[in-house]
Each structure stands twice: as C-alpha cells, then as structure tokens.
C-alpha cells in the first residue's frame, strides 16, 4: 500500500481580490481514518475543498490529492473521489431509483450491498422523489450514493447541518462504519465540536486560511490546560504570563486557560499572590475554541506546529 498522502497542499493560496481565502497553506493528511478539518467561519473550509476537487484554480502554489494535481483531475480519479455538500444537493425531478440507476452506471465499482445498507437506515422508499424527502432523508440518500461509489475518499462539508438527532447520529454511524469496514479516508468538516470528539482521528484546524493545528484530538487536549487561582484581592496583571490563550472571572476565581503549561504556571501565579492554584482538564470544544479565539495567530501557530 502506498504511503503518499491522499492529499497534499504547498504554500496554496487562493486570493479574491484583496482577500486571502487561504494564504500560503502546507498540508498532508495521511491515508486512512476520519480528519477532521474545524476553524471558523472564513477560515478557508470550504475553498480548500474547492481547490482540492477542481473547481477553483489556485493563484499560487500546488495542491495534489490521489496523487494528481488537483488542475488536472480525469473523470477516472474523480470517480474515485466522494463528495457531500452541507445543502444535500440532488436533482429534486428524480425519484430515488432513477438516481441510483444513474449512479450505477457512472461508476464501475458500484458497491450495492454498501448503498442499499446505508438508505434502509434512513428509510427511504426507491420510489419517492427526491423533493419529497425530508432535509435528513436526502442526506442518508447523498451518503449512500457517496457511498455505493467505492470512494478512496470521501469529503464531507458539513454534512449533518441541520439535520435533527436522529439523522445526525444515523448519518455519522454509517459514515464510521464505512470508514472502519471499507478503509477509506474520510475528510470531514463540520462546526459541531461533540461530533468531532466522536468521530475524529485527526484533528486540522485552520484559521484565515493558514493551518493553526494538526494533531489527534487527544493531543492537542493534553496541551492545552485550565488553571484556576484565587487571589484574596483584586487579581494582578497575568498578561505577561506565557502560554496564556484565554481568562475570565467566575464567581471571583480567575480561570486561565494556557497552552504547553504545567506546574510552573501554578508556580508564577502563587508568586503574584494566588491563595489556591489548581487544574481542570479542557474539552475538545473549549480547548479549539480558546485557540481560535487567541489574537496572536502567527505566533500561537509557530508554538503548535513547533511541538
């Protein structure tokens, strides 16, 4: 089995304008398992994955996935290429059958015991049109026939917004079980951080389109800590303390929330005056979000990717 990355991004940029939608990015991201790609809003999501399958063609650098540049993708490395958009776009005219039937004779690894298992999850009827499924029905449809292709990859873009609970967790366990069964690697974007925690293996945050991180979600849960201190009077300035990503007060204790800190930080906040110092383990969610939230991002950026 090969060991080149099933994609591979140097120095990409892509301008509109005066605006950066991702500025100078360098990324591998190895065969096999979920990777999951989280920043906010603007963060470059989205235009990488336009880069990525072609449709947007970078203002400089190089991008390859499967092995090909991305500017030069044949119908035959597309097929080997799934992709679901967060809007569940189908064509609404067809019922489910006549996609399928088209779906089949698109793609010569048609796996129809993968397709059919994912649609019963979602009971979904061959013979209903695709306007009248439900926001949830057509995402089970757009993953089973995502799916039934037999995809190297597959590239998920926000693929449970909006779905209520039921779909959301019908549509990640089929997607965790096809990636366990069938070892594809799976890309998947997504705001929601409690999906994240469940099912990534890697985690790639992105912020103004620069990579910030990329580790295993446990990895960067292990740098990043929560202090909490109480000062007998109004708390001194920390603001020269390292590592710190964010603070507050809660009912008069201070929080700090600090990357690669450990005792030592307990240390310099009992020597400004901290009466009691002790730590609390960050979630996934909080620790992402103090990253993201943090000014500095070319520095905070240079330490992450220094570890």
Known sequence: MTTEPILQTDQLCLRFKN??????????????GIH?????????????????LGFEAATAG????????CAQLTPALRGRIGYVNEEHTLPL????????????????????ERYRSVLRNFNVLPGQRIAQ??????????????LGQSPELLILDEPTLGLDVVAKRLFLGAMMESSYSDGMTIIYC?????????????????????????????????????????????????????GILHTEQIEGLSHFIVLDQGEEFAARLRLLGARSVYSMPVSLDRAINALLARGHISTIATTLQAA
């Open 19 to 32: 605006k950066h939608a991702l500025d100078k990015l360098s990324l591998s991201v190895a065969r096999g």
């Open 36 to 52: 999951a790609i989280v920043g906010a809003n603007g963060a470059g999501k989205s235009s990488l994955f336009r880069v990525l």
């Open 62 to 69: 190089s991008a390859r996935i499967l092995g090909c540049d």
């Open 93 to 112: 005219w067809l019922k489910v059958d006549e996609l399928t039937a088209m779906q089949r004779r698109l793609y010569p690894h048609w796996n129809e």
């Open 133 to 146: 499924l439900s926001r949830g029905e057509r995402a089970g449809v757009n993953l089973a026939l995502a």
């Open 190 to 242: 997504s705001h929601q951080m409690e999906e994240i925690e469940r099912v990534a293996d890697q985690l790639i945050i992105l912020e103004r389109g620069r990579l910030l991180h990329a580790s295993a979600p446990d990895a960067l849960c292990e740098r990043v800590q929560l202090w909490v201190a109480e000062f007998p009077f109004l708390p001194p300035d920390t603001s020269a303390l390292p």
